[in-house]
Nanobody, 130 residues
């Protein structure tokens, strides 16, 4: 069974950086894409970005003016979300998730659709505040 273990959340001041990590273990090779989602207070969960574990291609639902960058380290089975110039509106619980749905590989924009995911990390609170 795939396990996704997140780390890296916390409190950061506006304008500061934060990097989230998502380490996969257990049948990780069965999954081809990992995505990041977030859920702000009182809002629905939204997709942020995803990355192919096969060829490294990435997709961003919202460019976020280049503030967020997704990356991978296949040797460590870990995906990262580097967040720069954080704003108070970035405050949310951030989740990573993995999918093995074949059609996502061919219609990669589906990778930020949460219905494509059954394996989720435990979540990490990110709070952007003075």
């Amino acid at each position: 069974q795939l396990q996704l273990v997140q780390s890296g959340g916390g409190l950061v001041q506006p304008g500061g950086p934060l990097r989230l990590s998502c380490a996969a273990s257990g049948f990780a090779n069965d999954f081809h894409t990992i995505a990041w989602f977030r859920q702000a207070p009182g809002k629905e969960r939204e997709g942020i970005s995803c990355i192919s574990l096969v060829d490294g291609k990435t997709y961003y639902k919202d460019p976020m003016n280049g503030r967020f960058t997704i990356s991978r380290d296949n040797a460590k089975n870990t995906v990262y979300l580097q967040m720069n110039n954080l704003k108070p509106e970035d405050t949310a619980v951030y989740h990573c998730a993995a999918t093995n749905h074949a059609h996502v590989k061919f219609v990669f924009s589906l990778c930020v659709d949460q219905t494509e995911y059954k394996s989720w990390g435990q979540g990490a609170q990110v709070t952007v505040s003075e």
